[in-house]
């Protein structure tokens, strides 16, 4: 039987990796019913322009307002995704241009 002593001094590792922000955060998937609901491609380039006539090959989830990941990253937490992970060069419908 394991006491809580025990069990709290195993879980610190755990607990200081979580708060380093060192964990990765979970990516995006195209086939999540979130994402096909927007329209969400990991490689903008693939949109269906037909489908989504607002889309111009500029936009990018890099230079959306929604997307927090930092410049030079390949990917990076969306606001629209719960902070979900999305491609920095991926797309969705409610791309947002920042100001």
Known sequence: MTSRRQFIL?????????????????????????????????????????KYPTYVAKNNCANCTLYSGKPNDSQGPCGVFGGKNVTAKGWCSVWTAKS
């Open 10 to 50: 195993s879980s610190l590792p755990a607990g200081a990796l979580l708060l380093s922000g060192t964990a990765k955060a979970e990516k995006v998937s195209e086939n999540d019913p979130q994402a096909k609901g927007l329209g969400y491609k990991a490689d903008a380039t693939k949109v269906d322009k037909s």
